[in-house]
């Protein structure tokens, strides 16, 4: 059974820091990965999907690695904002998605 | 609709009564998965469909929770006699296609559905 586990729990940095998300997961036979955010009493936002031929992917202030072999994915988030406040969730998937308990990020202003 | 869609956004029912959840995907997309998101739980696959078809109905927590899919759209979710242990929010994700290697594996979510039992 695959187990997805994310590091830490909870990160509370001041606006403008750099965020590091960590993600591992215990069976590498995957599609993809994918990190997701989401803001409290809603659903899931995509973020990155990284397919699981590919070693990272970028969007704007995001970039999230993919290191398929040892089991492990790392979202990066530049100059955070007050904004970025949420609770990141990683998610691999062979058709379905397994999730790990998320990254709950408070960015102070 | 741009999006995935449910219906109720929430659902507050008394303990023992049956519910349906309802789940529009995005037009054109053949996958659809159902998901539970419960407090100190995390997020769980329920049930995924390929079409009308479910080939992975193992996340499941019993038999008072089915679920179908019809004209490779809408699908709903049913609990019946609900239990407290129930209250969860529930939620729903289409995606273009199922195979390995290609975008259109990607997951889109819908907002949920807050299903309370008393």
């Known amino acids: 059974k695959q187990e997805v586990t994310q590091i830490p729990a909870a990160l509370s940095v001041p606006e403008g820091e750099n965020l590091v998300l960590n993600c591992s997961f215990t069976?590498?036979?995957?599609?993809?990965l994918q990190w997701f955010r989401q803001d409290p009493g809603k659903g899931l936002t995509s973020l990155l999907l990284i397919q699981s031929s590919q070693r990272e992917q970028t969007s704007g202030r995001l970039n999230a690695s993919l290191d398929k072999s040892s089991g492990r994915s790392t979202l990066y988030i530049a100059a955070s904002q007050p904004g970025d406040s949420a609770t990141y969730l990683c998610a691999v998937k062979v058709y379905k998605l397994s999730f790990g308990a998320g990254t709950t990020v408070t960015v102070r202003a | 609709g741009a999006g995935v869609s449910q219906s109720p956004s929430n659902k507050v029912t008394e303990k023992g009564k049956d519910v349906e959840l309802r789940c529009d995907p995005i037009s054109g997309h053949t996958a659809l998965y159902w998901y539970r998101q419960s407090l100190g739980q995390g997020l769980e696959f329920l049930i995924y469909f390929q079409g009308n078809s479910a080939p992975d109905k193992s996340g499941l927590p019993s038999d008072r929770f089915s679920a179908e899919r019809t004209g490779g759209s809408v699908s709903t979710l049913t609990i019946q006699r609900t239990q407290q242990e129930d209250s969860a929010v529930y939620l729903c994700?289409?995606?273009?296609?199922?195979?390995?290697?290609?975008?259109?594996?990607?997951?889109?979510f819908g907002p949920g559905t807050r299903l309370t039992v008393l």
């Open positions: 994700a289409s995606s273009l296609g199922v195979g390995q290697g290609t975008r259109d594996n990607e997951q889109f």
């Open positions: 069976d590498s036979a995957i599609y993809n």
